[in-house]
């Protein structure tokens, strides 16, 4: 392009201002882009040209490693933590449930579903947390931490819901029983996932009306 054509004066006004001083413009915010992606070349300076999808899967790869020390930081995300190893759009966002179904497998995956693992960080009499250990079902006897997997996989108190579910599972994976608990997640999340949401559905229904309708 000519150096006498508006639009290329006003790149290059723009370029140098960028160039020579701190200057917030659009060229200072390229710059900052080639400096973070390219900090060993001198694109910016030397008005290199860059491949757009090039650029793209470079942030795209840098966010998801960030992403993922992010994840294995935060204990709340243990379920999450144990198969999903890599940023993408999950399966469940793409299929269709409903409303409460994807609120509820989110809130099972994100640690946040309010079982006493996750209210008891919250809440306690004396204002402060309840030690994790104590923080045990109250639907069953088995004095154990009510956790996502508690919940989902033990709680005698959904054992006829449960017992419906897991038979349909088996039929497709016979021995589904045998299988670690990070297989069993994911199977459940990705390959199930329908029966899985409205299983979670009527559970956690069921778990409501247990604990707080009173007869
Ligand atoms: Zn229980």
């Known amino acids: 392009m000519s150096d006498n054509r508006l639009t ?5 006004y723009d370029y140098k ?5 701190r200057y917030s413009n ?4 390229i710059k900052m882009i080639m400096d973070k992606y390219y900090p060993n070349g001198n694109k910016f300076q030397n008005m ?15 966010f998801s490693e960030i992403w993922k020390q992010n994840a294995q930081n935060k204990p709340k995300l243990r379920i999450y933590n144990t198969f ?8 469940y966002i793409n299929i269709n ?16 579903l309010p079982l006493q693992v996750e209210i008891g960080r919250y809440k306690s009499s004396d204002g402060n947390k309840i030690n994790l250990k104590d923080r045990v079902c109250k639907l069953c006897k088995s004095d154990s931490v009510e956790d996502e997997e508690h919940f989902i996989f033990c709680c005698t108190a959904y054992n006829d819901v449960r ?3 897991l038979k349909s599972i088996k039929m497709k994976y016979t021995d589904f029983f045998t299988f670690s608990i990070e297989d ?9 996932t329908r029966s899985f949401a409205k299983y979670i559905k009527e559970i956690f229904l069921l778990r409501k009306d247990k604990l707080y309708v009173k007869n």
Request: charged content about 30%; glycine content about 2%.
């Open 184 to 192: 069993k997640w994911d199977i459940l999340f990705n390959k199930q």
């Open 97 to 112: 449930l409903d409303r409460s179904e994807r609120s509820l497998m989110a809130q099972l995956r994100t640690g946040i």
């Open 84 to 91: 999903k190893t890599e940023f993408h759009t999950e399966h």
């Open 48 to 62: 290199e040209k860059i491949e757009l999808d090039s650029l793209r899967e470079l942030q795209a790869s840098q």
């Open 163 to 165: 017992n419906n579910f």
């Open 26 to 29: 659009w060229s200072s915010h």
């Open 8 to 12: 290329k004066a006003i790149f290059m």
């Open 17 to 21: 201002m960028a160039a020579t001083r």
